[in-house]
């Protein structure tokens, strides 16, 4: 399929679990459409944007493992994803790639995921919880960076200290998430 196919077909896929898990599992089992459903994630303006990055959350919760060829340009792009609908699935694959590093099941991601890997998922989180961004990304950020916080020492600290900060003035799911990870953090 080549890129102007795939493209044509995202304009298919809309909020519907089924549309999403339909096209996750046809680029599943076309591993070859990964490269570009990635470059159209990463054309960060166009709308259809959007669409990739639900369809490639989509697959990561289906076969993470997928991703690990593709790692290095998904950690070296995401950070370019600005619309909120994009936002959300980027951070969400963020937490599944810490879910499972940190997992006490041996799997692939852990031998895949490298200290560059981890560092810019760290910098888009904390990114995400600093900006303006809405409840979802901060809550997956908020887990993703509480996680990777058992190996780095100081994000522990970094990631209270915005909780605090921010909890007040946020909504109640918000509120309720940071003072789930403020105790996890106490309690570490």
């Known amino acids: 399929m080549t890129k102007e196919e795939l493209y044509k077909e995202l304009n298919y896929v809309n909020h519907s679990r089924e549309k999403r898990i339909y096209y996750a599992q046809m680029v599943i089992a076309q591993p070859e459409l990964v490269p570009t459903l990635l470059e159209i994630l990463f054309d960060v303006n166009d709308k259809v944007s959007c669409r990739a990055a639900w369809v490639l959350e989509f697959m990561c919760s289906e076969n993470l493992e997928a991703l690990i060829p593709f790692l290095d340009t998904f950690t070296e792009s995401m950070h370019l994803v600005h619309q909120d609908s994009a936002v959300r699935p980027t951070a ?19 031998k895949a995921l490298t200290a560059s890997h981890k560092e810019r998922i760290i910098e888009v989180c904390f990114d995400y919880m600093i900006n303006d961004e809405k409840i ?22 970094e990631l209270a200290s915005i909780i605090q900060k921010d909890i007040y003035g946020q909504s109640a799911g918000y509120k309720a998430r940071g003072k789930k990870i403020l105790k996890k953090i106490k309690a570490s």
Not at 101 to 108: L, R, T
Not at 137 to 151: H, I, R, V
Request: proline share 7%; net charge neutral; charged share 20%.
């Open 136 to 157: 979802a990304p901060k809550a997956y950020s908020m887990n993703t960076l509480y996680l990777f916080g058992l190996e780095y020492d100081w994000i522990h600290p």
């Open 92 to 110: 969400k694959i963020c937490e599944f790639l810490a879910s499972a590093y940190f997992s006490k099941e041996p799997n692939k991601i852990q």
